[in-house]
């Protein structure tokens, strides 16, 4: 991972960059003025350059210009867009991009600088990412980034969050990315244990199947049972003694998908190893907290299980008893994630009872469809709430359109052999989900979020800091949002 340090000058850099902003309608792109500003002579051969390479200072934009013999050696220009957050961050993945065959490169922010350099940092490191399990091709040469700004010890917290924030959404890509043949709920609960090592105020707890099978959690029992590797549920806990309020996550952790007994058709299945991107989301955003030590108590718990077809599969038509007794009928065993979310909520809400819960799920396709590839969908019945963690995955960079939860479709979770029917084929598939997963968060109702985050959890392109492959959709937002609560 790239090594990013501040520092209050150039050293003589053997590359150096600039950051270009839009001009007008009666005006050309012009630099943006840095602190310190860079020599009299880079500051006149780069202005020069400007309308020779054609820049227009849309974020994202690179051009280099070689001074053979000169300091710096190389120039680079790069578009910063309007100057916020989202334009640096963008900037910030293009120019990872762009210097990979770089070793180090120096980076002139503006003055003042927190807002350049968070949505720098994460930029970089980010767009940077690459997820391989073979060595050929190496590793991009980039190794270091000095960033230039006028107070570098006042902006050591800025790097420090934006470092973690990165970090954790890499840990999640790479968990996400990581192939099924790897990774089974006995692996992924290792890893957060290895994670959770490196900070000592953690407490985690992982029930195994018979743990499971003890304490009545037949959700997560019923999807995990076809395979041979047993379901887990991993309880990881931040406690820090300031806490004032206590958040609950849940995350859906479907190691692998086969749709069961209901077998998905291939093409479906191809990606299935990332039905367990939000419990990888919400076990990354707590490590995150942890490790910026946010006043905030939150435990996260993941139900962990492997969806396969098996003579000990359960079957469409079965009855599934939950945790605190509800039963569910399902006639989709494709329809696997809310049954092991159901779990997790209602054991969240008689024995944690949180003063907030969210859940992050990748619970059906039904959310591309209403929203595409980078939007999830967001349910609650709290408006203040949704509108809080809406504003705070929109600040992160990530995105979320609310979605509403119709009284009139409740009707459609009705069963005439259980309490709930957990997969009727009745349309609107994101809707009714997060209706079955409400009848699951008890007096917790108007303190509970769902986000159905399929979509955004994959990306088939590079696109600004996305690669392709896993985002780590969630962890930034949830951050930034754990980080408003006290």
């Known amino acids: 991972m790239l090594a990013i340090r501040l520092v209050p000058g150039p050293d003589r850099p053997d590359t150096l960059v600039l950051p270009v902003q839009p001009g007008g309608p009666d005006r050309p792109a012009a630099l943006v003025p840095t602190a310190p500003p860079p020599g009299d002579e880079v500051r006149a051969e780069a ?83 690459r997820f391989r399990m073979t060595e050929a091709g190496g590793a991009p040469a980039l190794a270091e980034v000095d960033v230039v700004v006028d107070d570098p010890d006042g902006l050591a917290a800025v790097l420090a969050t934006a470092r973690t924030t990165a970090e954790m959404t890499r840990l999640a890509r790479d968990l996400t990315n990581t192939p099924s043949s790897v990774k089974n709920p006995e692996w992924f609960a290792g890893q957060v244990a290895a994670a959770a090592a490196d900070h000592p105020d953690l407490h985690l707890r992982v029930r195994e199947p018979e743990e499971l099978a003890a304490e009545g959690f037949g959700g997560i029992l019923a999807v995990g049972g076809g395979s041979a590797s047993g379901p887990r549920l991993v309880e990881l806990d931040w406690r820090p003694a300031d806490a004032r309020t206590h958040v609950v996550l849940v995350g859906k952790g479907i190691t692998f998908d086969t749709g069961g007994i209901s077998i998905k058709p291939v093409p479906a299945m191809k990606l299935m190893r990332k039905d367990m991107a939000g419990a990888a989301a919400v076990i990354s955003a707590t490590l995150g907290a942890a490790a910026l030590r946010l006043p905030v108590r939150v435990t996260t718990l993941a139900p962990l299980a492997e969806n396969m077809v098996s003579g000990a599969a359960f079957r469409p038509g079965d009855v599934i008893r939950h945790y605190g007794g509800t039963t569910s009928e399902t006639t989709n065993s494709d329809a696997e994630g809310r049954l092991v979310l159901a779990d997790a909520l209602a054991y969240a809400v008689r024995e944690l009872k949180p003063d907030l819960l969210v859940d992050l799920a990748t619970l059906t396709g039904a959310n591309a469809v209403a929203l595409g590839k980078r939007h999830g969908a967001l349910y609650s019945d709290n408006d203040q709430l949704a509108a809080d963690l809406l504003a705070a995955i929109e600040a992160a960079g990530e995105r979320a359109w609310r979605m509403p939860l119709p009284a009139d479709y409740v009707e459609y979770l009705g069963s005439d052999i259980a309490d709930l029917h957990s997969s009727p084929d009745r349309g609107a598939g994101s809707v009714v989900a997060a209706l079955f997963l409400r009848e699951f968060t008890g007096d917790l109702r108007d303190r509970w979020v769902h986000v159905d985050m399929s979509a955004p959890s994959w990306s088939d392109d590079v696109h600004a800091e996305l690669t392709k492959g896993a985002t780590g959709w969630g962890v930034r937002g949830l951050l930034r949002w754990l980080a408003t609560l006290r």
């Open 47 to 129: 202005t020069a350059l400007l309308p020779v390479a054609r820049l227009t200072g849309e974020a994202g934009e690179v051009r280099e210009h070689l001074r053979p013999g000169g300091t710096p050696a190389r120039l680079v220009l790069l578009g910063v867009g309007a100057g916020d957050e989202p334009d640096w961050r963008r900037a910030g993945a293009a120019l990872a991009r762009a210097g990979k065959d770089e070793t180090r490169i120096t980076v002139a922010l503006p003055p003042g600088g927190a807002v350049a350099l968070r949505g720098l940092v994460e930029g970089l490191l980010l767009g940077s990412y």
